[in-house]
């Protein structure tokens, strides 16, 4: 038993063994415990060697203090027996002079029964006395005057010069006195005004100058008749004020790129409001003063451009240009405010600021150039809002992400320019600011001709000197080129603008104001129409560069031949197209057809919606045909020379290829009568060739109807593919039209750009070319008429 509740024991507690000793455990933490109280006596010992010291220190400077204070009590004890000695002093002498006087009564009394022989003697012995008296009498009161200068009581001491320059007006004057002892005592008050003008101008540079002390020095030199003196100090005092204002706003100004300017401009005119204020109530109306105020003014104006420059961000940034707009804005406001205190600073103001505001204007808009012309876009993002994205987003399926990327970058950056100007900004800059827009988009148009340019670089292109990273080589790549410009033309670019537009009308509506006295005539404003005008006619060099350059690669094969050329219309193995039963255009105009139906099937997806784009551009296509053809020397120069053989066939097919041209233009909806135009003259240069060959015109070609009814019958054939004559569709849409419609086109046409004769004029129709049963057909169907 005893064996196994051992065993027992042993399970219970296993680690027994490695139980530390209580001795070795009392040894360890004693030596601790004895460690610990050695260091905390230490540190008491320490902090009763400090207390001591402190003490000992507190009892000294005690000590003294008591020292002091006793010396203290001393000292104005000895003040106040001064005090009353001096009064003493003061009593001895005011009863020595009442005495004299009561004595010189009594004697004048006593003598006023001499003889008149006497008189004489003794009224010059009172003038004496009397004469002596008015002596005391002043030496009197400069003695009362230096009593107040050693005591500083400036005021009274000025106080009792005026009031004895009041009794006596003499001393005033400029002159000098016959009496040597006015002369005395005028010298002598001057060197205590002086006194006193030395001890006012040592008060007004104190530094901590208040504005109840710097009226009081006014006041004084004012009454000290140092009226110039006094405004010289009232200027230094508030120009010091205004200093020392601006060095504590300074440091903070980076903290501010973009409000430091007003603050900045809300500190100085304020002063300026204040000091004129001020003035007027301190000095009057007094033209000298008033013109030293304008002049300090202006001279603190200065400064604060100065300052405005000093410290604003980099030119080219667009917080630069927020904090001149808000500069301009603040600065105009507070120099309208002035006017009513008879301050006219506006003019000098723009003055100016003009060139800072043109300087920062000038620099953004290089700087948005430069966003705008670099093609490769950068990481910088430019998030717009979904009301001017998403117009130019319907482009970026068909066409390089670039290009999107391009017009959002020159959207955004016109719109972070024109988001920084203030309302008097606009007014007074704003016709220079849409001048500098309408540049910047001719410069982005020219960057998407440069996608657009072919083998053959356009050397009228400037700033473009490196190579653009894309090119828009398929048809729906160039239409969306095309179209993004006319959105950001047409849609975007307005909205964007349209505040400054409203800023000028409204300006215009209520008369100008402000902005019509003082605007520089550089800043004038533009009229919309030109500014527009502006706008249409980059449009135009685009649109016009697109077609000349699509048309170009129409015309000339990839060797440099020309498809078409004046052979098409020399020799024909028939007599007369007349007795054709089926006379088409020549091959070259059936593909100029099948190119602008394809072209417009294109465009219909890619210009969704916007059919007055496609209109323009089909439309300037076909008049580029025409155009090069009346302008092309070498397709002339064979027809006209006398070595070709024209035959009447050749007539009739040109003239049907020259109608053909003018009913696709018809047809397709768009306006025609320039391009009737050069056909006819195109027809009239072909007709007087042939005539000079012999050829009668009058047999040879019949009635022009005919060559309608053919072309409208040809169109419709290779609408639908086959080979039938049937032109009902054609004529069901000119039930309604006139015999010479095809002769004279309708005068209502509103014109695209009234600087290009060429431009090409948009009309509603109910059909465009994109929607003339394109889906009928994919690709036009080319029949040789000659065959």
């Not at 086959?722 to 095809?742: K, L, R, V, Y």
Request: with cysteine; charged share 25%.
């Amino acid at each position: 038993m005893k064996m196994v509740e051992s065993s027992e024991e042993e399970d219970d507690f296993p680690s027994m063994e490695t139980v530390t000793p209580q001795s070795k455990i009392d040894t360890i933490y004693q030596s601790k415990t004895e460690k610990g109280i050695r260091k905390i006596c230490f540190e008491l010992l320490d902090l009763k060697d400090a207390v001591d010291n402190l003490c000992s220190n507190t009892r000294t400077k005690y000590l003294a203090f008591l020292r002091l204070s006793d010396e203290v009590v001393e000292m104005k004890h000895e003040l106040n027996e001064l005090q009353k000695h001096i009064s003493a002093q003061g009593i001895l002498v005011q009863d020595l002079m009442s005495g004299v006087s009561q004595e010189l009564e009594d004697w004048s009394r006593a003598c006023g029964d001499v003889l008149e022989t006497e008189d004489n003697s003794g009224a010059h012995e009172i003038d004496d006395v009397f004469s002596t008296e008015a002596e005391d009498q002043r030496m009197q009161f400069l003695e009362h005057v230096d009593v107040l200068l050693a005591e500083h009581k400036i005021e009274e001491a000025i106080d009792a010069i005026d009031a004895e320059e009041r009794n006596h007006p003499e001393l005033k004057g400029s002159g000098d006195s016959t009496d040597s002892e006015s002369s005395s005592f005028k010298a002598a008050l001057l060197k205590r005004k002086a006194m006193l003008e030395n001890q006012l101008i040592e008060i007004s540079q104190q530094p901590s100058l208040g504005i109840v002390e710097l009226k009081k020095v006014l006041s004084g030199l004012l009454k000290l008749g140092k009226g110039p003196l006094a405004h010289q100090i009232f200027l230094k005092s508030y120009g010091s004020r205004l200093q020392r204002s601006i060095e504590d706003f300074l440091v903070l100004c980076p903290c501010y790129p973009e409000t430091y300017s007003a603050t900045l401009s809300n500190l100085v005119f304020s002063m300026i409001s204040l000091s004129t204020k001020e003035s007027g109530l301190m000095f009057g109306d007094n033209p000298v003063y008033s013109n030293r105020i304008v002049q300090w003014a202006e001279w603190e104006i200065e400064s604060l451009v100065r300052l405005v420059k000093e410290n604003a961000p980099p030119s080219e940034t667009s917080s630069a240009l927020r904090a001149a707009s808000v500069c301009v804005q603040a600065s105009l406001n507070h120099c309208s405010a002035l006017e009513a205190q008879d301050l006219k600073l506006t003019k000098l103001l723009l003055v100016l600021l003009q060139p800072y505001v043109e300087e920062v204007l000038e620099l953004n808009f290089r700087r948005a150039r430069k966003v705008v012309l670099d093609m490769g876009g950068g990481d910088e993002s430019m998030p717009l809002s979904p009301r001017f994205a998403s117009p130019l987003s319907t482009f970026a399926t068909s066409s390089d992400r670039m290009l999107v990327d391009c017009g959002m970058r020159f959207i955004f950056v016109v719109k972070e320019i024109v988001e920084q100007l203030t309302r008097l900004v606009i007014l007074h800059f704003g016709g220079n600011i849409l001048t500098r827009i309408a540049q910047l988009f001719d410069k982005y148009v020219e960057v998407l001709i440069k996608a657009l340019t072919g083998p053959t670089e356009d050397d009228n292109l400037t700033e473009l000197k490196e190579p653009v990273p894309f090119k828009a080589e398929t048809d729906s790549q160039q239409l969306a080129l095309l179209g993004t410009a006319f959105t950001i033309a047409e849609e975007l670019l307005p909205m964007v603008v349209s505040r400054i537009w409203n800023v000028l009308n409204e300006s215009k509506e209520a008369g100008g104001g402000l902005a019509d006295n003082v605007l520089p005539p550089v800043n004038s404003t533009v009229d919309p129409k030109d500014w527009r005008r502006q706008l249409q006619h980059s449009l135009d060099k685009l649109r016009d560069h697109f077609c000349r350059q699509y048309v170009l690669s129409f015309i000339y094969s990839r060797d440099g031949e020309t498809r078409l050329d004046a052979q098409i219309y020399l020799g024909g193995k028939g007599q007369d197209l007349i007795w054709d039963s089926d006379p088409l255009p020549s091959l070259p105009f059936q593909a100029l057809f099948g190119k602008l139906q394809q072209l417009a099937a294109v465009a219909g997806d890619v210009l969704l919606g916007r059919e007055k784009i496609q209109k323009v551009l089909l439309a300037r296509l076909t008049e580029t045909v025409v155009m090069w053809l009346s302008d092309e020397q070498e397709f002339w120069g064979v027809l006209e020379h006398d070595s070709a053989t024209l035959r009447p066939v050749g007539l009739q097919q040109l003239v049907l290829d020259m109608h053909f041209t003018v009913e696709i233009a018809r047809f397709a909806g768009y306006p025609s009568r320039h391009v009737h135009k050069i056909s006819s003259d195109i027809i009239a240069r072909a007709v007087k060739a042939f005539s000079a060959r012999g050829i009668d015109p009058q047999s040879s070609l019949p009635e022009d109807e005919w060559f309608v009814e053919t072309a409208k019958g040809a169109i419709n054939k290779l609408l639908m593919g086959g080979s039938g004559s049937d032109t009902s569709e054609i004529e069901d849409d000119d039930d309604d039209d006139d015999d010479d419609e095809h002769i004279i086109m309708d005068d209502e046409v509103i014109s695209d750009s009234d600087d290009s004769p060429s431009s090409l004029s948009s009309v509603d129709s109910e059909e465009s070319f994109a929607s003339a049963r394109m889906e009928e057909l994919e690709s036009p169907v080319l029949t040789d008429s000659e065959n």
